[in-house]
């Protein structure tokens, strides 16, 4: 049956304009840290694929020798394009009857050409899907229920696997689990003369102080603490440990203009205090590769990153890195409330004409030692316990210290969030932006705070 031109051109023009982003963890093009992100455009190009719910499902074929092949997409650089395809290698060796069809590229076009596949009515049969969109695509019906399906989740975390849930079913099974952290730069700390913090101790007020004094005992230019403000996870930190939340399991904000108003506030008073560097700086800092990054090159002492992202960035320093929890209000690290968080998903496309073959490979991908052998800790710590036990032994140093960070937060764990509604996409440009505009002092953090609310409740009403 053919499509609706005129609805999918539509969407085709809107996922086509000009956009800016940058690749999650795995990539080494752009900064984890610049996520401008159209929601809009997913949103109305995923919209576009109702509109075409009347016609057949994907484009894969069955050959005439019985040979069933599958398109798979996923983002990520050179290194996590080689360790795929060898997963996809010994998956084909297993099940010759399957071909497995990469599709990859970086994370600024991803998502552009995967809406517009969608709305064209010819998405890949294995979609890897962020924790930002899954919901987007999930209600919209475009990914596949995979309960119904012969895929093993009972050695996953259940939080993980929640996180993978929706009202559409489980859309998503979780490709690797991580964690919010700070990580430390202990030579920068060492140069000034600053001990490390004990991490299981420390308040706010420790690590303002602690940055501000390596500030001050450091080269100029050389600050104790990179800026938070540029994505979700250190105000998501912030507002649980302030008996808050990102969003409430029914869609909504939740947390109020004067939460997000205190957030900015400490991150002022950081500015003030050269604990953290100048706004200027901080905008810079945002279009710096991961390898540039002030934490990379020794020119913070910490920064907030993902914790499935240390390994890459202990790599481009040069030196060892140390993995940190965050600071809490209290001073004991019962009151972190980290959580695990899905790194990435893996999603099937509802209009596969082979779910069964697809739930297999995705089976495969979360359930088989060989898959975990190829994939490593390429998308964070494997979420299957046994597989991860397996493949410890051939991880690198960098990537055990993570599996071990992981493995030594779970008691402390709070509830998992709230998964992100629909439109949620937009948040972290509105979280950017608006840092920004209190760095640079153009708004106060009580303005910054009523405004910012304002738009990201109309950004996940529409």
């Known amino acids: 049956m053919p499509l609706f031109p005129r609805a999918a051109s539509a969407a085709k023009h809107i996922a086509e304009a000009p956009t800016s982003g940058a690749s999650r963890p795995g990539s080494k093009v752009l900064s984890p840290r610049i996520r401008t992100r159209k929601a809009g455009a997913v949103a109305a190009a995923v919209a576009a694929v109702m509109a075409l719910s009347a016609c057949g499902g994907g484009a894969a074929p069955q050959n005439a020798d019985g040979t069933v092949e599958l398109r798979f997409s996923w983002w990520g650089g050179d290194k996590r394009a080689q360790l795929t395809q060898e997963a996809i290698k010994q998956f084909e060796a297993e099940n010759p009857k399957i071909k497995i069809k990469p599709e990859f590229g970086d994370w600024s076009g991803y998502w552009d050409k995967l809406a517009t596949q969608v709305a064209a009515n010819d998405a890949p049969d294995i979609i890897q899907m962020d924790e930002k969109y899954i919901t987007e695509y999930s209600s919209r019906g475009a990914l596949l229920d995979l309960s119904k399906y012969d895929v093993d989740t009972s050695k996953l975390d259940e939080a993980a696997l929640n996180a993978g849930k929706g009202e559409k079913g489980l859309t998503g099974i979780a490709a690797g689990i991580n964690a919010a952290t700070i990580l430390a730069n202990p030579a920068v700390f060492q140069a000034a003369g600053v001990p490390l913090p004990d991490d299981t101790k420390w308040t706010w007020e420790d690590f303002g102080r602690i940055a501000a004094e390596i500030t001050a005992k450091s080269p100029k230019g050389t600050y104790g603490a990179a800026a938070y403000g540029t994505d979700e996870a250190s105000l998501g930190v912030w507002l649980r440990q302030n008996g808050k939340s990102l969003y409430t399991s029914d869609g909504k904000l939740g947390f109020e203009p004067g939460d997000i108003a205190e957030w900015w506030a400490f991150l002022k008073k950081l500015s003030k205090d050269k604990a953290v560097p100048s706004a200027s700086e901080v905008v810079e800092a945002e279009a710096a590769p991961l390898d540039q990054s002030g934490l990379a090159t020794g020119k913070n002492g910490m920064a907030f990153w993902w914790s499935n992202q240390a ?152």
Not at 315 to 329: C, E, N, Q, W, Y
Not at 355 to 368: C, G, R, S
Not at 382 to 388: L, Q
Request: cysteine-free; aromatic content about 8%; glycine content about 6%.
């Open 311 to 462: 390994p890459a960035l202990e790599k481009a320093s040069g030196g060892d890195l140390k993995i940190l929890r965050f600071p809490t209000k209290t001073g004991s690290a019962a009151d972190t409330e980290l959580w695990y968080k899905a790194s990435q998903f893996w999603s099937a496309s509802s209009r596969t004409k082979h779910p069964q073959e697809t739930a297999k490979f995705i089976n495969f991908l979360t359930n088989n030692v060989k898959a975990g052998e190829a994939l490593l800790a390429d998308r964070g710590v494997y979420p299957n316990s046994e597989v991860r036990a397996a493949i410890q032994p051939k991880l690198t140093p960098a990537d055990v210290k993570v599996v071990n960070f992981i493995d030594q937060i779970k008691d402390e764990l709070g509830e998992a969030p709230a998964p992100p509604p629909k439109g949620a996409g937009a948040i972290q440009e509105i979280i950017k932006r608006y840092t920004s505009e209190v760095l640079f002092e153009r708004l106060s953090p009580e303005d910054a705070g009523k405004k910012a609310t304002d738009e990201m409740k109309s950004a996940i009403s529409n």
